[in-house]
């Protein structure tokens, strides 16, 4: 039955979840202790642009649903516009805790301001934060952020891999506990990062990469990229005051060269590109944990020119310049192997000569000594009886991207003793 039918025949059942969830925990408004706390990233998406037929929002409510790594007192939210053609017009956001798909709870539903107003328009390549809000969040929240478009409004700045169900309404319904959606998406629009602070100083992990990092074929809407692993073992390791994991993963992204081919508005610019904005950029950033490489292998000859084919000397002199610019940051930046993708059809084109490349690569990560430590994901989920392919349960349907038990035991191949390190260690 679909939901507008729904709230015709049966208006009561929204009216009864109203009054139960007013009587749920009032996470919003508490006040913060300001003190000297510094913001810190909580969760964060790297964006890309959008085709030409991009989806058009015009006089629409998205409620997009987010997983956050560390708690905070106060929040703020970057909305952007970065690859716009047009003005970005926000009529209306509001933030709240959800309680069940697209419900919020309304104890928690708060207005997102921007200079004290509640509307704003953010110019075409620009980002904008908002005005900080006090709001109790604890480790590991979901979210729900709730953004009013009242103008004709393509996806042109997005993330597409959310592995998140968001939801549509007509109208403004920013300020509505049961939104009532008449349809959903699963990709991000126009929100980059939250930011939360408290009286506890904190740090974030940057995770840059492709669509390992970004989770692509993990369940939808249960947070198990590799990342979401690590977030919960921080969580659990610190108690109430973890580290920050932001995930700056982009799907079919490539160390060297930007998106090319059909697909190229998903695979977003270079990491080489993006480093600054989507790791430097991020504030009180201690740690990045590199896994690019594998796409720059792979996709010449099959959705790019092969005239952009790179060799393993080129790929590591790439990744040498992360190095360099994240240490002239006093950033520590962990070096991730490249996962075997044997089997995989992207593969199959020069099939010998990528696998060399990828050998080549990750020999270079483990004995070079020039990333301050090595996660060895490879060996995590490789097949010892057959190296160049990942283990069996480990393994998605396509021979390239991990199964959630495989995103799991990248997380668990990480050593959390690392997170304590300083580029003195």
């Known amino acids: ?22 009587g749920s925990r009032a996470l919003a408004g508490t006040p913060s202790d300001r003190g000297n706390a510094s913001w810190v990233g909580t969760w964060g998406a790297s964006m890309t642009s959008g085709p030409t037929d991009a989806p058009v929002f015009s006089d629409q409510t998205l409620r997009q649903i987010v997983h956050t790594s560390a708690g905070g007192n106060r929040i703020r939210l970057r909305f952007s516009n970065v690859f716009g053609i047009q003005p970005l017009v926000i009529g209306a956001a509001n933030v ?13 539903n708060r207005r997102i301001t921007f200079g004290g107003g509640s509307s704003v328009t953010i110019s075409a390549g620009e980002s904008l934060l908002s005005d900080p809000l006090d709001f109790k969040l604890d480790p590991l929240s979901d979210l729900a952020v709730s953004i009013y478009l009242p103008a004709a409004t393509p996806a042109g ?43 506890n100083a904190a740090v974030a992990i940057v995770t840059l990469g492709d669509s390992i990092t970004d989770g692509v074929l993990s369940s939808l809407d249960c947070d198990r990229r590799w990342s979401d692993v690590l977030a ?13 994991v932001l995930n700056a993963g982009i799907s079919g992204n490539r160390l ?13 610019p270079s990491a080489l590109a993006r480093f600054d904005r ?48 994240a240490h002239k940051k006093s950033l ?10 044997e089997g995989s059809p992207t593969a199959a084109f020069s099939r010998q000569e990528r696998e060399a490349k990828r050998q080549q690569v990750n020999q270079w990560i483990r004995t070079s000594r020039a990333f301050d430590a090595v996660i060895d994901f490879d060996r995590a989920v490789r097949d010892p009886a057959r190296p160049a392919r990942l283990l069996p349960r480990y393994d998605s349907w396509d021979h390239l991207h991990p199964s959630d038990a495989g995103y799991e035991a990248m997380g668990d191949a990480i050593d959390l003793s690392l997170f304590s390190r300083t580029r003195a260690d």
Do not use: C
Not at 1 to 22: A, C, D, F, H, Y
Not at 256 to 268: E, R
Not at 295 to 323: F, W, Y
């Open 232 to 244: 919960r073992r921080l969580a659990a390791k610190n108690g109430l005051h973890p580290l920050a």
């Open 96 to 108: 709240a805790i959800p309680w069940l798909g697209s419900i919020i709870e309304p104890a928690s």
């Open 157 to 199: 700045t997005v993330h597409w891999v959310a592995r998140r169900t968001s939801y549509i309404a007509p109208g403004n319904r920013t300020g509505s506990t049961v939104l009532w959606p008449t349809s959903s998406i699963v990709f991000w629009a126009f929100i980059t990062s939250i930011e939360v602070t408290s009286a």
């Open 332 to 341: 520590l930046i962990l070096g991730g192997t490249l996962l075997p993708f």
């Open 278 to 325: 989507d790791v430097l950029g991020q504030p009180m950033v201690k740690y990045v944990i590199v896994i690019e490489g594998a796409n720059d292998i792979l996709q010449p000859g099959v959705v790019a020119p092969t005239s952009e084919e790179v060799t393993s000397d080129e790929i590591i002199a790439g990744l040498k310049q992360l190095i360099d610019r």
């Open 256 to 268: 060297m060269s930007d998106g090319n081919g059909p697909l190229q508005f998903t695979f977003g």
């Open 1 to 22: 039955m679909r939901l507008p039918k729904l709230i015709q025949s049966g208006e009561w059942i929204g009216l009864i979840l109203v009054v139960w969830l007013s």
